[in-house]
């Protein structure tokens, strides 16, 4: 193993925050990935430093789960250059595949075995040492709180605990990088906060996470950093406070109304430089704080303020609705 | 479970990942078999019901059936004839169905491939650990023709201890054949083509209810190109008396057979499974 690499590893591993001195987990260069004519990854330029949690946001078709895909090689882009936890990708994608666990969007679980033995067959898959791998199962069990349910097969587990059996095959061999990819999706909101502690006990030990999300909410709780992905390339990247100062500002006004108005306040709102974004029945109009008397006036006395969001931001970057 | 009791339970990352892995590993594939013995565990019953019932009827069926008219073939017995011809059959039957069916829908179904290969496992070692497990259980489900022929008069032979690894080799190349056929196929229904279109003339073709000595000229050939055939040959030779050169022969051919099925196969499923 290289000095590099040993850094990558060790610094993804360790429970403290890494330097900034530390080489990122992830790092991705100028990584372009084609299926015929589609391009779903365009030039993408992305690091994840290590020890920390960066949300990848985006629409659906944004080019998220390539992405993902691409770092497991089970993709293998066009162009650019993949480095994981200091192994090129696909080359070396053996090793950095040893060190990470991925939690993938479609469920894949063995439905005909019990949640025992998807984690054994997992622990032997991820070279769990035989004395070891009673400890790690177990672990994994206790970390999605199904110790209970060991014996159940998967088949007649609830959706919310097929999800914490599917992160915890993906720590059975507690991995020093993990990829999450939309790893609430269609849950309840209850099975949801569930594995959002979940995930935040991960970050809070010093594992490396890449969580794909198109739920903001999600990556606001969650993620230290995130990156806007639209159309294969990250359009905007930093923390999520970050983001929404810089392209939403503090304040928001939404105004409703018939279409006509809609439109009206759209356009003047445009004319004055500010951003703006529809939402259902109505418009709202970002960086409000910076709205001048005159224009206000102008905009209309009917306006709801409230604060800016990421998802004002999503919006108006990918210039695509939330789904 | 709340954002508190997850935070607390999460274990630290290990330090560093194996040393060293090299191209193909055993690693992966004892996980392999760690899943199938797991799904075997639960499914042995009607897995071996179907795998040595099955031939036992065709043993009985042509044995007793044709048998009451034809009484012997070349030197031997009618019913021991067929009995080492279904093995043949059997080794077919219990590879080639598996490659299929398991591989399309744990490939496209149930997407078990996609979760394995995001873990340290390469396209070939799971191909390579799935076809040893299918020609491993039919090395041992196709040698119950010959013990049942055993009850209806057939000699216990030294040379019937060989019968397991003929059918391994055989069930190694058929299971392989299988999976590069999922690997292929647009569709599940597609397998109605494969199976009456290729494996039907396999099992028909192969010396295994009559010899291939009494078809034309052509089919003769076909014949001699057919795996199973030399299957049913070195079977044959192991229960009554090995000819050593021409085994050598049946037995390059599956192993030919073999590796080449093995490339093939890989070759497709990696097509399948990485983009």
Not at chain 1, 38 to 64: E, M, Q, S, Y
Not at chain 1, 147 to 174: C, E, F, N, P
Not at chain 1, 206 to 224: C, N, P
Not at chain 2, 205 to 210: L, S
């Amino acid at each position: 193993m290289t000095a590099q690499r040993q850094q990558a590893v060790s610094a993804s591993a360790s429970a403290e925050p890494a330097g900034p001195e530390a080489p990122p987990a992830v790092s991705l260069r100028g990584v372009v990935k084609r299926f015929g004519g589609f391009t779903a990854v365009d030039g993408l330029d992305l690091d994840v430093p290590a020890g920390t949690c960066l949300g990848l946001l985006g629409p659906n078709g944004a080019g998220k789960s390539t992405t993902m895909k691409l770092l497991t090689a089970q993709a293998i882009a066009d162009e650019g250059e993949i480095t994981v936890l200091g192994f090129a990708v696909p080359r070396e994608s053996k090793r950095a595949r040893a060190a990470m666990g991925v939690v993938p969007q479609q469920d894949n679980l063995d439905e005909e075995l019990t949640a025992r033995e998807n984690l054994e067959v997992f622990a032997h898959l991820y070279r769990v040492p035989r004395r070891a791998r009673r400890e790690a199962v177990d672990d994994a069990l206790a970390l999605a709180h199904l110790t209970g349910r060991r014996l159940t097969k998967v088949d007649d587990l609830s959706g919310g605990m097929r999800r914490r059996l599917l992160i915890a095959r993906g720590l059975v061999h507690r991995p020093a990088l993990v990829l999450l990819d939309e790893p609430t999706v269609g849950l309840d909101p209850q099975v949801r906060a569930e594995l959002w502690g979940l995930i935040d006990g991960l970050r809070s030990r010093g594992t490396t996470v890449l969580m794909s999300t198109h739920y903001i909410e999600e990556a606001e709780r969650l993620a230290d950093g995130c990156a806007l992905m639209s159309h294969g390339r990250v359009v905007a990247r930093g923390g999520p406070a970050e983001l929404v100062a810089e392209h939403a500002g503090e304040r928001v006004v939404e105004h409703y109304g018939p279409p006509d108005r809609l439109e009206a306040v759209e356009r003047i709102a445009r004319a004055a430089g500010l951003p703006t974004r529809r939402t259902g029945p109505s418009v709202s109009v970002l960086k409000a704080e910076t709205i001048p008397p005159s224009l206000a006036d102008e905009l209309g006395p009917d306006g709801v303020r409230r604060a800016a969001s990421l998802e004002d931001v999503f919006v108006v970057l990918t210039g695509e609705r939330v789904e | 479970m709340n954002a508190a009791e997850g935070a607390g339970a999460a274990p630290p990352p290990r330090p560093a990942p194996p040393a060293r892995l090299r191209r193909f590993e055993m690693a992966p594939v004892r996980g392999i078999w760690r899943h199938e013995l797991a799904l075997y565990k639960r499914y042995w019953k009607s897995q071996s019901f179907a795998s040595m019932v099955e031939p036992t009827f065709f043993l009985l069926a042509f044995g007793y059936g044709f048998g009451s008219m034809v009484a012997a073939i070349g030197d031997y017995r009618y019913l021991d004839f067929v009995a080492t011809g279904v093995v043949g059959t059997a080794a077919l039957f219990t590879s080639v169905f598996p490659g299929m069916f398991n591989g399309y829908i744990r490939r496209v179904f149930q997407h078990t491939y996609d979760a394995m290969l995001a873990a340290p496992v390469d396209v070939h070692e799971l191909v390579t650990a799935e076809a040893l497990w299918i020609a491993a259980k039919s090395a041992v489900y196709s040698c119950t023709p010959l013990v049942v022929a055993m009850f209806f008069g057939l000699a216990p032979a030294p040379g019937m201890l060989l019968v397991p690894f003929v059918v391994f080799f055989t069930a190694l190349g058929f299971g392989l054949l299988g999976m590069w056929t999922s690997s292929v196929v647009p569709s599940i229904n597609s397998f109605d083509y494969v199976i009456t279109g290729v494996v039907t003339p396999l099992f028909l073709i192969a010396g295994t209810f009559f010899p291939v000595g009494s078809l034309p000229r052509w089919a003769q050939y076909a014949g001699w190109c057919n795996p199973l055939f030399h299957c049913v040959e070195l079977v044959r030779h192991a229960v009554f008396g090995l000819r050593p050169l021409a085994d050598l022969g049946h037995l390059a051919a599956l192993w030919a057979f073999a590796g080449l099925a093995w490339a093939i196969a890989v070759r497709g499923m990696r097509r399948r499974l990485i983009d």
